[in-house]
T-cell receptor
């Protein structure tokens, strides 16, 4: 039972490079989320997708784009990476009935 | 909007000590309340939850009671172990616009020393 799978686990980028973080869930959840976690800042919502075909900005969307490819997959793209985007990124999906979030293991991104 | 307030920590306790991590919330409607735990190098995982007032969530010796009158959901454990060292997040979730809108506290780092 995989749950939420996100890749890659680690990535080092140079300023200005682009990359995409991939996320997939196998729990048939409608809602999916991307968070970033920084020391002393807790979890901050970047984008979310309430259902297949919809995406919306969260608290800190600048510098990111997302795609809800289908019900299973929700990707996060950094078009031109900046050092301020050095962080740990978590993908999550939510059970509609209980509100429980299921998280991936995280992707640690360093932008030099 | 909704908000969750919890002590930032870090909290350092000796093994077998009593743990309380306070959590208060503001929300419209009737949210569900959660505690998530994050062990070093891992993602968050659900520790316990409560879906309505006066419900008590419990798991692995941890407990929290949904108190609507004080808008609180404090996490307690009678005797902590070194293996409980982690970051604990209080959160609420409510159905908003047809999806679960989740609000997290800032997280409290717990360190248990032998």
């Amino acid at each position: 039972n995989a749950g939420v799978t996100q890749t890659p686990k680690f990535q080092v980028l140079k300023t200005g490079q682009s990359m995409t973080l991939q996320c997939a869930q196998d729990m048939n959840h409608n809602s999916m989320y991307w968070y970033r976690q920084d020391p002393g800042m807790g979890l901050r919502l970047i984008y979310y997708s309430a259902s297949e075909g919809t995406t919306d900005k969260g608290e800190v969307p600048n510098g990111y784009n997302v795609s809800r490819l289908n019900k299973r997959e929700f990707s996060l793209r950094l078009e031109s990476a900046a050092p301020s985007q050095t962080s740990v990124y978590f993908c999550a999906s939510a059970s509609f009935s209980t509100g429980e979030l299921f998280f991936g293991e995280g992707s640690r991104l360093t932008v030099l | 909007g909704n908000s969750v307030t919890q002590m930032e920590g870090p909290v350092t306790l000796s093994e077998e000590a009593f743990l309380t991590i306070n959590c208060t919330y503001t929300a419209t409607g009737y949210p569900s309340l959660f505690w998530y735990v994050q062990y070093p190098g891992e993602g968050l995982q659900l520790l316990l939850k409560a879906t309505k007032a006066d419900d008590k969530g419990s798991n692995k010796g941890f407990e929290a009671t949904y108190r609507k009158e004080t808008t609180s959901f404090h996490l307690e454990k009678g005797s902590v172990q070194v293996s409980d060292s982690a970051v604990y997040f209080c959160a609420l979730s409510d159905l908003s616009g047809g999806y679960q809108k989740v609000t997290f506290g800032i997280g409290t780092k717990l360190q248990v020393i032998p």
